[in-house]
């Protein structure tokens, strides 16, 4: 679908190219690859660490000041990042001015907060956090704190790059911008990325090459690249769950993990209807080609085929799953096979070798 629209785009600046009222045609009706990236900008937000690792444990209902007056001038968020495995309940609350505690949810390592009217002249009062109810899990350990800026003040800031990339281009074509294989058109684009990690959890800098296509009048072709490097995660990818959200509430269904077996496709079907434990994928999923993340554990061995429910075509094969996060990439082939809205064969994974445990199934952005 985005192919077409950019084609079809490109058809209306052709047909305007050739309206000599509308456009200069004296030099073809293009410009060069060096005029497209001298009017275009590739940048990258910015962070800046604020605050050390340090464990709190908390009394029942007794706030824990983890900073105070906190100098935020130019700042757009903060960014707290968690050690998950210390948010082991949904009792934690956080607050960034000593009131309106908000929950923070269980097994998260990230909280980005948007600064807003709790900052007066360029300062934050605090951050504090409490545990509403005294339970054996009451403690709580912070890796880190940051200030993140935007990426209009980025370029005048210290500190480490984030994970968002903004693009802007102010050339006479109709622009695509390629992020590692996730395409966006239009003449300003941002997206959320993501960041390596090492063995020990700790970010190292990814490296990423953004494309832009820029379609002259005159149906031209451009292409200019912009290498760009990650250090941080200043806006994380928020998790959508399609199965086993840690944070599903008490009174709906519990959604547990399970061992599904190799080559049966109801336990891992995803319909409402004919699978057993997977719901139907919603259409807007699919037709926006979002990258399915499956959650394993076990997977020694493991292998997973991608098909659909109907056994017809099969998408991916010979899967070596690992334990943690595998990605599985929603083609339009898929969405126009699987959806309700295209032929309603429903998607479905098969385990071809192995035991693994299935813990969730996600989708982020």
Known sequence: MKKILFLLIAAVGAFAACDPVHEDNSNGGHITVDELKAMSTVTVDKVVKIGEQKSYTATQGTPIALMENIDVTDCEALIIYFDAETIADTCWRISFSGENFEKIQKKSS????????????????????????????????????YKCYGPKVASGKEGEFGNVITCQTSAPVNA???????????????????????????????????????????????????????????????????????NRAEDEEPQPSFKPGAWTGATLRFSSTEAQHFPTIADEIYFGLKTLILDVSDADGASMLVNNGWWSNTYYD??????????????????????????????????????????SVYYEE
Request: charged share 25%; hydrophobic share 35%.
């Open 110 to 145: 990230f909280l980005r907060h948007e600064l807003g009217a709790e900052v007066t002249n360029g300062i934050l009062p605090k951050i504090v956090v409490k545990h509403i109810e005294n339970t054996e899990t009451n403690t709580i350990a912070i890796k880190a704190i």
């Open 318 to 359: 010979n899967i070596v799953l690992n334990d943690g996060a595998n990605e599985i990439p929603i083609t339009q082939q898929m969405a126009d096979e699987c959806a309700k809205g295209g032929e309603g064969r429903d998607l479905q994974f098969i385990i071809k070798s192995g035991d693994p445990t299935v813990n």
């Open 176 to 246: 695509k911008w390629d992020f590692a294989g996730k395409e966006l058109i239009g003449n300003y684009a941002t997206k959320k990325m993501k960041v390596n990690w090492n063995e020990n959890g700790d970010y190292i800098t990814t490296d990423y090459v953004v494309k832009l296509t820029g379609l002259c009048h005159d149906g031209t072709q451009l292409v200019a690249e912009f290498p760009v490097k990650l250090d941080k995660i200043s806006n994380p990818l928020v998790k959508y769950y399609i199965y086993g959200d840690p």
